[in-house]
């Protein structure tokens, strides 16, 4: 899809702030308020942006681990997979899933208050949710950069 220089800014703009008004955002794109309102309406209605929301500091709400776990599963049937999803879906403390091509299947993303929590949802749900065989975790020291923000 290609977008105009103004589709463009008006995406940036969104990304560093999503509560902007768009009186705000038409006086930095540079267009009258309707045609910028429209833009981003156009952009909403064709997927561009699919949500607004809130980035909530996980530390402050007491979800001080983050781990990366591997995941690989036992058969890859159809029915398997697509029960694996269904349990991804469904634990909230699974923030990313990523199909993967490699040594394994799946990469999650997994916060946790701390390492006995994390322990109770690797080993009593992740290892058995539906055709899981083997999960490898690695733990995140330090996050470097953690940004929603798309290059446009």
Known sequence: MKFSESERQILRL???NGRASN??????????????????????????ISGYAAIVDQRKLGLDVTAFVQVTLDQRSEQDTEAFLEAVAAEGHIMECYATSGDYDFL?????????DFADISMRRILK?????????TFSLQ???N????PT
Request: hydrophobic share 40%.
């Open 147 to 150: 940004s929603q923000v798309l």
């Open 129 to 137: 949710f539906p055709g899981v065989k083997n999960i490898v975790s």
């Open 108 to 116: 999650l993303r997994v916060v946790a208050r701390n390492i006995d």
């Open 14 to 16: 969104l990304q560093q």
């Open 23 to 48: 009186v705000e955002l038409s006086q930095k794109v540079g267009l009258s308020e309707s045609p910028c309102f429209r833009r981003v309406k156009q952009l909403e209605e064709a997927g561009v």
């Open 143 to 145: 996050t470097i950069k």
